[in-house]
Structure formats: C-alpha cells, structure tokens
T-cell receptor, first 112, second 113 residues
Framework: DADVTQTPRNRITKTGKRIMLECSQT?????MYWYRQDPGLGLRLIYY???????NKGEISDGYSVSRQAQAKFSLSLESAIPNQTALYFC???????????FGPGTRLTVL | QKEVEQNSGPLSVPEGAIASLNCTYSDRGSQSFFWYRQYSGKSPELIMF????GDKEDGRFTAQLNKASQYVSLLIRDSQPSDSATYLCAVRVSGTSYDKVIFGPGTSLSVIP
C-alpha cells in the first residue's frame, strides 16, 4: 500500500463550487503539506502543518483552507473554486528532523 | 529575487554523458538541500540530499554543495534515457517562526539515445 494517498485523483468542477481534497499517510510523520504545481512555476506551498494543532500558511494560501483531522489526515478545501485554481495538487509528509518530503500521487483539478 | 533558482532547460545530453544540473539559493542560513526527480504526470521522488559542503555520491548521482557561493548541483554520470525527467532542487529554510522547504522551478533533462 502507498505511504501517502490522495483522493480524488482527478476532479472536474465548476466555478463557485466547494471542493475538498483529502490526504492520508501511514508513514507516521508529524508534518504534512499541500502544494500546487503549475507548468513553469514549480511546486508552490499552500499550507503546512507541524501537528494537529499547528497550521501555517504557505506562499499561496488565499482561496484555500485546510483541516488537520488527525496526525495521519490533512485535507485541503477550495471554498469557491475559480478557473485559475486549475492545477496539479500534491500532499507531502516529512518528519521534523530530516525534512525529506514524501509525496502522494497528486490530484489533477480542473475548474471550468 | 526568487529563493531557489534553476535553469529551466531543457537540457539535452547524449546517452552515456554526464548531465550537470545547477541550483542557487538566496537564504544563507539554509541547512539542508535536496534533489527530487519528477517524471511527467508523476509525483516528485527524492534522489539525493546533502547537508555539508563538498560532494556526496550515491551510485551514478553526485550532489555538490558550496554554501559560500550558495550553490548546489547534481551530476548524473553515464546518463540513461530513463533519467529523462524534471529535476527539482529544494532547500530547507527556517527561522524563529517557520521551518519549510522551498522548491525551485525544476530543470527538464532529456537524455538522447
């Protein structure tokens, strides 16, 4: 079984809809992250969480919110999706010592 | 100024040659440096990390770090077509209120058979 899983893997939605992307991990890591990837822009950090009670904004948090339901679960919500949120979204985990990031398979989101 | 910079490429090398990928970073306090490989449509996977100045070798891969010049590189010896991918440089930056990893935009590598 994969260590970091994401659901859904693909999603097409319409402008204004609320959508949630979910991430689960079995690596036992305390830290979890949400990134988006756009062609030519690399990976950009949306939110990160060091534990269940610690949530931090990344460089592009506007229009997004997150919830850390448990150590193993970290979800990303788009309250009112817009077309420029069309991107590939990755969840990642790390432990606090090494900070090596382990990525989920990604969610391809299209907002029409 | 972007925090982590890489040449976007594409970088093309013939099979069997050495591919050299470069990365510069702006935060002098950066502690840890990572190289990830990402195949098209797939998630990034860690291939190398380096913490100290100098070279670190792992199989056909060598990471080189020069903190004084704020420069980190990845050499791939005996390049294979299967090495064709985008290579992401990442840097750990931390301060009193933050601790995170910043990714560069990636360099696309194409190994020509």
């Amino acid at each position: 079984d994969a260590d970091v899983t994401q659901t859904p893997r693909n999603r097409i939605t319409k402008t204004g809809k609320r959508i949630m992307l979910e991430c689960s991990q079995t690596k036992g890591h305390d830290r979890m992250y949400w990134y988006r990837q756009d062609p030519g822009l690399g990976l950009r950090l949306i939110y990160y969480s060091f534990d269940v009670k610690d949530i931090n904004k990344g460089e592009i948090s506007d229009g997004y919110s997150v919830s850390r339901q448990a150590q193993a679960k970290f979800s990303l919500s788009l309250e009112s999706a817009i077309p420029n949120q069309t991107a590939l979204y990755f969840c990642a985990t790390s432990d606090y010592r090494k900070m090596e990031q382990f990525f989920g398979p990604g969610t391809r989101l299209t907002v029409l | 100024q972007k925090e982590v910079e890489q040449n976007s490429g594409p970088l093309s090398v013939p099979e069997g040659a050495i591919a050299s990928l470069n990365c510069t970073y702006s935060d002098r306090g950066s502690q840890s440096f990572f190289w990830y490989r990402q195949y098209s449509g797939k998630s990034p996977e860690l291939i190398m990390f380096i913490y100290s100045n100098g070279d670190k070798e792992d199989g056909r891969f060598t990471a080189q770090l020069n903190k004084a010049s704020q420069y980190v590189s990845l050499l791939i010896r005996d390049s294979q077509p299967s090495d064709s991918a985008t290579y992401l440089c990442a840097v750990r930056v931390s301060g009193t209120s933050y601790d995170k990893v910043i990714f560069g935009p990636g360099t696309s590598l194409s190994v020509i058979p």
